[in-house]
């Protein structure tokens, strides 16, 4: 995959960049994939022990959260799956 990328940079032509930014989209969508799979894998970790994330619709009225604030929301840390 990153031969074919940097060949289409190399040639730079206008159906290059086409391609270059279908690649892209298509690398965006396969990672967001990717992390909501890991996203999933933690919750149901979560929910199956009775630890970690504790949802921020229950625990912070919307529209409040934010990054710093959800740090101190974690029940207990979460371990990596046996």
Not at 44 to 56: C, F, P
Request: glycine residues 8%; contains cysteine; proline residues 5%.
């Amino acid at each position: 995959m990153a031969k074919v990328r940097a060949e289409l940079q190399a040639k730079g032509t206008k159906s290059a960049k086409r391609k270059l930014k279908a690649r892209a989209r298509r690398e965006a969508r396969h990672a967001t994939h990717i992390n909501h799979r890991i996203a999933k894998t933690v919750v149901a970790d979560a929910e199956r022990t009775g630890r970690g994330i504790v949802s921020l619709a229950r625990t912070v009225p919307a529209g409040t959260a934010s990054v710093a604030g959800c740090a101190g929301l974690l029940a207990r840390p979460i371990t990596s799956p046996p």
